[in-house]
C-alpha cells in the first residue's frame, strides 16, 4: 500500500513495459528545445516550461522518436532505450544547421568587407566625397560670380 500510494509500483510497471529511461520533463526541455527551432518560429512562441512541459516535450519527442517509444507523467518522462540516441542525432542535426548559418553570415561580412580595414576605406571614401562636394560648390560658385559681373557688365552698357 505504502509503495502504491508513492508511485513505486507505476515506476516499476513502467519498466516492465520497456521504459528505462527517465527524465524530468524540465531538464528534458531545456536539453533539447532546440530540436523545435525553426528560423521563422520564437521559441517562446512555446510558452514557459511548466505551463505546457507535456506538450514541449511531446513536440520534441514527435520530431526523432515515434509515439511508442515515449510515455510522458506529471514531472517525468519515460523513453524506450535506444531512443535518447536518435534524439542526440537531432539535436546535433540541428546545431550543424545554426553553426552553418552563423558561417554563412560571417562569410558574408567578410565578403562583403565590413572588416575593419574596410570599414576605414570607407570611412575615408565618405570623406574624399565630401570634399569632392565642397570643392565643386567653390567652383560652381566662382563661376557664377564671373558670370554674375557679365550680367552687370551688359546690364549697365544697355542703360
Not at 528505462?20 to 527551432?37: D, G, M, N
Not at 511548466?50 to 519515460?78: M, N, P, T, V
Not at 565643386?136 to 542703360?159: C, D, F, S, W
Request: one cysteine or more; hydrophobic letters at 40%.
Amino acid at each position: 500500500s505504502q509503495l502504491q500510494s508513492n508511485g513505486i509500483l507505476d515506476l516499476l510497471q513502467l519498466r516492465k513495459e520497456g521504459y528505462p529511461s527517465t527524465y524530468e520533463l524540465t531538464k528534458f526541455i531545456r536539453k533539447y528545445r532546440a530540436v523545435l527551432y525553426h528560423p521563422h518560429r520564437k521559441l517562446d512562441s512555446l510558452g514557459t516550461i511548466k505551463e505546457g512541459s507535456g506538450f514541449i516535450a511531446a513536440q520534441i519527442l514527435s520530431k526523432a522518436i515515434s509515439e511508442d517509444d515515449y510515455r510522458i507523467g506529471r514531472s517525468k518522462l519515460f523513453i524506450r532505450k535506444g531512443c535518447i540516441e536518435s534524439l542526440d542525432l537531432c539535436l546535433l542535426r540541428q546545431q550543424v544547421a545554426a553553426a552553418s548559418v552563423i558561417y554563412a553570415v560571417i562569410r558574408g561580412f567578410i565578403v562583403r568587407g565590413y572588416s575593419e580595414g574596410n570599414f576605414r576605406f570607407s570611412k575615408m571614401k565618405s570623406s574624399a566625397i565630401v570634399c569632392q562636394k565642397q570643392i565643386r560648390m567653390h567652383l560652381l560658385r566662382k563661376r557664377e560670380k564671373k558670370v554674375m559681373r557679365a550680367v552687370r557688365l551688359i546690364q549697365r552698357l544697355v542703360r
